[in-house]
Every structure is written in C-alpha cells, then in structure tokens.
C-alpha cells in the first residue's frame, strides 16, 4: 500500500471512530465537506501540530474540502471540552483532539 493510500485510510478510520455527528453538507469521500478542529492548547505544541498535520492529510487525500483549526488552552484541556459540550448543536462537524488522560480529568 503506497504512503498516500495508508494516510487516507488511517484518516478515513480515525474520523469514522471520532466523528459521529451527521453533517448537513457533504462531499462524495466522507459524507462531510468541513471540519473544524478544537485544539485544547495554544498554538505550537503537540496537540497544535497533531491537528494540523491530520487536517492537512484530510484535504491531501479528498476526505474533505475545508479544515479550520480553533486553539482553546486552559483548565488541562477543560475550557476546550466545555466549549465542545456547550456549542455540540452548532458545531456538530467539530473533533477535539484529546487524550484519555484529558477526558478521565473532565469527568471528575
């Protein structure tokens, strides 16, 4: 399997495991045209570039046309998974990037 087919199939997984929302508009690869990502941290670090780089595979391999990117530091991820909880009816083409750790923490 070429490295383009493995990224596209890896994306196409993670996004099927992550996003379980429908989307009202959508494109023939994924059934989604956008995506937003919520990074619960500034801009720079690992979560930052994580999304980024997932972001800019999703468009490389057709998954989807747009991807915007919104940073949300603060409370260990907290503000962030508030924020997603709060605005999930609005937002319902949005994926957090997150960490076991981080939920486990929100749930306390």
Do not use: C, Y
């Not at 023939?28 to 670090?45: D, Q, T």
Request: charged share 15%.
């Amino acid at each position: 399997m070429d490295p383009d087919q493995v990224i596209k199939t890896f994306t196409l997984l993670l996004l099927l495991g992550v996003a379980q929302s429908a989307v009202s508009e959508t494109s023939p690869a994924l059934g989604l045209r956008n995506i937003h990502f919520l990074i619960p941290a500034g801009p720079g670090g690992g979560w930052d570039g994580t999304a980024r780089g997932m972001g800019e595979a999703m468009i490389k391999s057709g998954l989807v046309a747009n991807v915007s990117f919104e940073n949300l530091s603060g409370g260990g991820g907290g503000r962030a998974i508030a924020k997603l909880i709060e605005t999930a009816s609005r937002q319902q083409n949005t994926l957090l990037i997150n960490s076991t750790p981080m939920v486990v923490r929100s749930l306390q």
